[in-house]
């Protein structure tokens, strides 16, 4: 049983557990509401602070085997709708697909009511027309496919990197340079398979990664920055700012969560800081380009509001 240590005192309780079990902090708040968490034996909220000390202890409930997803009667933001394709604004917090742990309640759910079962079928079952994913905890946009013509255009588009993806996120530290690229490859973390980590070695399954940032704007401690993906490996950006020591904002995973300012704003922190804004790509069938963009999340906004008034520009 964990026994809480000086560095992570003071942490809400949903946050420790995310980092200790290696899992999402939407998942850590669930297995704490259905009771697989307990604190010094006791079930306690998701919002309790740890102190040190404490002993935590986390049962993670044994996974079904999935075979297929079914469809569930969840609101979408629909930012664009054709025959062909749909453009989603995913919330934070919404799993993409279907897995172990979380079988439902997941974007494919959603999209297999709305849709009617009417989605591309290259993905299978647990994947039907998804053609790219953004983190559980990430908000924003995506491109799903109705039919197996548009979901082969867009793959195509993705894997020759004609396909724009625009992310705006909030990073620790300041940055010397106010823009840069990363091209470091990205595989499974050597120690913990739940994580994913820059490998320079040539060893394991590392693949390409190249992450190009700019910065927005600079705080005293924090920086607003606007990224672009030329690859879409699982984590990449926020491995890439972590690796350069640049860690999102709340992502207790690659190594946020833990600053005085966290801390003091953990209510607006529900994962890491980060948002797929803008998404640009050829329709399939038209060949016309199109761009598509969606506001920062509320959650993001007051956070920008709050960095301005108590840590100022740098």
Excluded: W
């Amino acid at each position: 049983m964990p026994v809480i240590d000086e560095s992570h005192a003071g942490l809400r309780l949903d946050a420790y557990v995310a980092e200790a079990a290696g899992i999402s902090r939407s998942r850590a708040a669930a297995l704490i509401d259905d009771g697989f968490v307990t604190k010094n034996g006791l079930t306690v909220p998701k919002k309790t602070a740890v102190k040190a000390g404490d002993s935590v202890e986390i049962t993670l409930p044994e996974a079904e085997e999935l075979t297929e997803a079914l469809p569930e009667d969840i609101p979408l933001d629909i930012v664009y709708e054709d025959s062909d394709l749909l453009v989603i604004n995913k919330p934070s917090g919404m799993v993409v697909h279907p897995a172990p742990g979380n079988e439902h309640g997941t974007l494919v759910n959603a999209l297999l009511h709305h849709c009617e079962g009417g989605l591309s079928g290259i993905g299978g079952k647990i994947r039907p027309g998804i053609v790219h994913r953004i983190d559980k905890d990430t908000s924003g946009l995506l491109v799903v496919a109705k039919n197996d013509m548009a979901h082969a255009g867009l793959s195509a588009q993705l894997s020759g990197h004609h396909i724009t993806r625009e992310y705006h996120a909030l990073a620790l530290g300041g940055f010397k340079v106010q823009s840069g690229t990363v091209d470091l490859p990205i595989g499974r973390h050597p120690q913990d398979r739940k994580k994913m980590a820059v490998i320079t070695d040539g060893r394991g399954t590392a693949r390409e990664a190249v992450t190009h940032y700019e910065v927005l704007e600079q705080f005293r401690g924090i920086t607003y920055l606007k990224l672009n993906l030329e690859t879409g490996r699982t984590h990449q950006i926020r491995v890439h700012m972590s690796y350069l020591g640049h860690p999102l904002l709340g992502d207790t995973v690659y190594g946020a969560g833990n600053t005085r300012f966290e801390k003091l704003h953990h209510a607006l922190l529900d994962g890491q800081m980060l948002h797929a804004k803008r998404l640009t790509f050829t329709h399939p069938r038209t060949g016309e380009r199109m761009t598509f963009e969606c506001e920062l999340p509320d959650n993001f906004k007051k956070m920008l509001v709050i960095l301005k008034q108590e840590c100022g520009q740098e």
